[in-house]
């Protein structure tokens, strides 16, 4: 039977490596998101988005290999487990929980709180083609949660020895990074239902059962159910 890791203690030698990590997820993404970066996200330039998706890519390899080679932890010390079908199974039950309750909860706090929804943003997803949200779903489902799940919260909670507060400060950092794409709706809603997804890989400590998830909500939400409706336009979600 396999054992969830819990964070290393961090040592003197790989302090500088857990910074150096943390600062090429976080300042390395908000730059890809920033008005220097606008070319990247331009629908009318599929080959510069591209570029944008390879450099995502590209920050999350970084950070796997300062993982293995600068820290020299093991991926397991990012709450990556070997391969079980039980993870693809939490991960799928979570899917069902979050369509179910969470997400209805979370936009029910975002209207409550008089603020838009998931229009501006998903007007401007959609003007990618298929293939290119596909991609995309890959990017932020794998390179998202290796991160902004597995490794963000592993190390805030090695420097911090706090791990709830680690998981806090990763949750409401992710969602400001959303609002220059999806505003401050998005954001609060998010923050409400992705509090309680953040509760469940402290308890599961399971990083590809949050692949799993991830990567399945959003190719429902940004590949699937637009081919059949345009689910945002709908007053409520506006």
């Not at 599929?46 to 970084?62: D, H, I, N, R, T």
């Not at 069902?96 to 975002?110: N, Q, S, T």
């Not at 390179?143 to 791990?163: C, D, H, K, N, W």
């Amino acid at each position: 039977m396999l054992e969830y890791s819990r964070p290393a203690r961090i040592c003197r030698g790989n302090t500088t490596a857990v910074l150096t990590g943390l600062a090429l997820a976080w300042v390395g993404t908000a730059l890809l998101i920033s008005p220097l970066a606008r070319k990247l996200d331009d629908p009318s330039r599929l080959s510069l988005a591209l570029v944008g998706q390879a450099l995502f890519w590209a920050l999350a390899v970084a950070v796997v290999a300062s993982v293995l080679f600068w820290e020299k932890q093991p991926l397991r010390s990012l709450w990556l487990q070997q391969f079980r079908w039980q993870s693809i199974a939490w991960g799928l039950l979570l899917v069902a929980a979050y369509y179910a309750i969470l997400w209805p909860f979370g936009d029910w706090v975002r209207r409550s709180a008089g603020l838009p929804g998931f229009g501006a943003g998903m007007d401007q997803v959609t003007r990618f083609p298929v293939w290119y949200r596909m991609v995309a779903v890959a990017g932020a489902g794998i390179g998202e949660e290796i991160l902004f799940r597995g490794y963000s919260v592993t190390r805030l909670a090695m420097l911090t020895r706090r791990i709830w507060l680690a998981a806090l400060i990763t949750l409401v950092g992710f969602y400001l990074l959303h609002v220059p794409v999806w505003g401050w709706g998005f954001a609060l809603g998010g923050l409400v239902s992705g509090a309680a997804v953040m509760a469940f890989f402290i308890w599961r400590r399971d990083l590809l059962a949050m692949i799993v998830f991830h990567v399945s909500t959003d190719a429902i939400g940004l590949v699937v159910a637009p081919l059949f409706s345009e689910w945002w336009k709908k007053p409520a979600l506006f």
